[in-house]
């Protein structure tokens, strides 16, 4: 329970303190130091996906916040995997270390999660403190909704960290399923990786490019260096959001702005100049009528995702390019049904995991034009799975079939050449005919035998072999 604690605490006091400097550093701070601890527990139950409801308005009006950003959860998510993995650690020094065997999991699972346990529950202990303190505040928090959220975060990450610190145990796979669960996941994590990866390139293109807007945003919401800082801060806390936001406008969906309309490649109907508030990442939106060279290369993002998780199946489809004519790699081959069914349910992992993040990336940051803001999940998700599956599919089963062409050539050419290289050898007199009388010597067949025999590893009896007439010779 402890580690629990300690975790807790210390997430939460990093923000206090970045928080409080802040509030020291400003020319006018509003309200005192009190105020600012409030809003440093709000911001942590926020990290844990908690809604907040701000006060502190100009018309005095409670306006809903319930977007996480992503940025500022990565903190408790890593507090949180620490403190579990010590305890697992402490308490099973050995299977801590890197070189236990972890293939028997079943004594050690229920005082794993007998631990974690504890641990969560320490937790979920100062989670219930934040969310009572914060309910009276700038940024008012729901003790129950808090505390629900903080639990659920914890647990999740409790038992992913269990589950590796066991060995990764799971239900037992076979035939084509088998066969097919590793290489859909290597290539959904592919494609998820290029998703995201080509979000963040977009993102940080669209900053670019519209760097004179963004920073002239940063200065409409703060006059002093210290307020300039809050929102850079809060920019970056909201980045990885932007990035999903980015991933989602080029899989086609788009994003919303709330009553402002949607943003997309190939309908835009918000202007980020219409919004109520001049946030900086909303400045950088982007602006004009679809079909622009950016709009067509965020499209090929989905395109490039396809096509890698196509490519990464194939390969696994027929691992080995041109491997000898039997036994060296045929077996490892999967056919074509099961080739298309590791794409299929690549494509359904990929669009699982886009929805989650996209609900994880959306929420409202106040009423009107911002009652949501961020992708659609199940618009996403589907054409994340819609995507890969299109481009995937015959990507796989095309390079399938060109590696086992190639297997096949390849087998046939070696084939060619050794018969080329026995009829050499037969016309130089290398080795000797059928019809040679030496060949069938008792001398020549013993040595032929002992050859064999010592290759063979001691896996051949021992005894000579047999004469022309049918019986063993036996030796002097």
Wanted: charged share 15%.
């Amino acid at each position: 329970m402890l580690g629990g604690l300690i975790a807790a605490a210390l997430g939460l006091g990093l923000l206090a303190v970045v928080v409080l400097l802040l509030w020291i550093a400003s020319p006018a701070p509003q309200g005192g130091p009190e105020a600012a601890l409030h809003v440093a527990a709000g911001l942590w139950l926020a990290a844990h996906g908690a809604g907040l409801v701000r006060t502190s308005t100009v018309t005095g009006e409670a306006v809903p916040v319930d977007l996480t950003p992503l940025l500022a959860a990565a903190l408790p998510l890593w507090l949180i995997s620490r403190a579990v993995r010590n305890a697992l650690a402490d308490a099973f020094p050995a299977r801590a270390d890197a070189s236990f065997d972890r293939t028997n999991t079943s004594p050690d699972r229920a005082g794993a999660v007998r631990i974690a346990a504890t641990v969560v529950a320490g937790y979920l202990l100062a989670g219930t403190a934040v969310a009572l303190y914060a309910h009276d505040g700038p940024l008012r928090a729901d003790p129950l909704g808090a505390v629900v959220w903080s639990a659920g975060t914890a647990s999740a990450v409790a038992t992913v960290v269990v589950w590796v610190f066991l060995g990764r145990p799971g239900p037992a796979l076979r035939g084509a399923t088998e066969a097919c669960a590793g290489p859909a996941l290597r290539a959904a994590g592919l494609s998820v990786a290029l998703l995201l990866g080509g979000g963040l390139v977009l993102t940080l293109l669209v900053l670019g490019l519209h760097g004179e807007e963004v920073w002239a945003a940063v200065e409409r919401l703060s006059g002093n260096g210290p307020g300039r800082t809050a929102v850079v801060l809060l920019a970056l806390a909201l980045l990885p959001n932007a990035v999903i936001w980015a991933a989602s406008y080029g899989l086609g969906p788009g994003f919303a702005l709330g009553a402002a309309g949607m943003v997309g490649p190939f309908a835009t109907s918000a202007d980020g100049g219409a919004l109520p508030v001049s946030f900086p990442l909303f400045a950088a939106l982007p602006t004009g009528i679809p079909g622009t060279p950016l709009t067509w290369a965020a499209v090929a993002l989905p395109v490039a995702a396809g096509l890698a998780a196509g490519v990464c199946a194939g390969r696994d489809a027929a691992p080995v390019a041109a491997p000898l004519p039997r036994g060296y790699g045929v077996e490892d081959t999967l056919d074509a049904r099961e080739t298309a069914l590791t794409v299929c349910a690549a494509a359904v992992l990929c669009g699982a995991v886009l929805a989650a993040l996209a609900a994880l990336a959306s929420g409202a940051l106040g009423k009107g034009a911002l009652a949501h803001v961020g992708p659609t999940w199940w618009a996403t998700g589907a054409a994340a799975a819609a995507w890969t599956a299109v481009f995937g599919v015959p990507t796989a089963l095309g390079l399938r079939a060109w590696r086992l062409r190639a297997r096949g050539a390849f087998a046939e050419n070696v084939r060619r050449r050794m018969r080329m290289r026995m009829r050499m050898r037969l016309r130089r007199g290398d080795v000797p005919g059928v019809d040679d009388p030496a060949w069938h010597d008792t001398g020549a067949r013993r040595s032929r035998w002992a050859a064999l025999k010592a290759a063979s590893g001691g896996l051949m009896n021992d005894f000579s072999p047999r004469g022309r007439d049918g019986d063993r010779e036996r030796g002097d």
